[in-house]
């Protein structure tokens, strides 16, 4: 039995991210399916796949559960908050 897998590039938080840690801009957000992030570079994050890059973040931790993926990521810059 094969298990779709998409290999993603960006972070496109669609504003559900959670704030884990405030300290070290720790945020946790989860996906319908199962995706697979780069883990320690920096990667895009954006808001809405059709909008600006809002800054970058990089994945600490990704885990896969019930066709869903849990990845925990920290925001390293922020262009911008509106």
């Not at 990089?58 to 019930?66: A, G, L, R």
Request: aromatic content about 10%; proline content about 4%.
């Amino acid at each position: 039995m094969s298990v779709p897998l998409t290999i993603e590039w960006k972070l496109v938080t669609n504003e559900e991210e959670r704030r884990m840690n405030v300290k070290e801009n720790i945020f946790e957000i989860t996906f319908s399916g199962y995706k697979l992030f780069p883990i320690d570079v920096p990667i895009d994050i954006m808001r809405h796949e059709d909008s600006d890059q809002i800054g970058s973040a990089i994945v600490k931790k990704i885990t896969f559960e019930k066709n869903q993926t849990v990845c925990q990521y920290q925001l390293v810059s922020l262009y911008s908050v509106n």
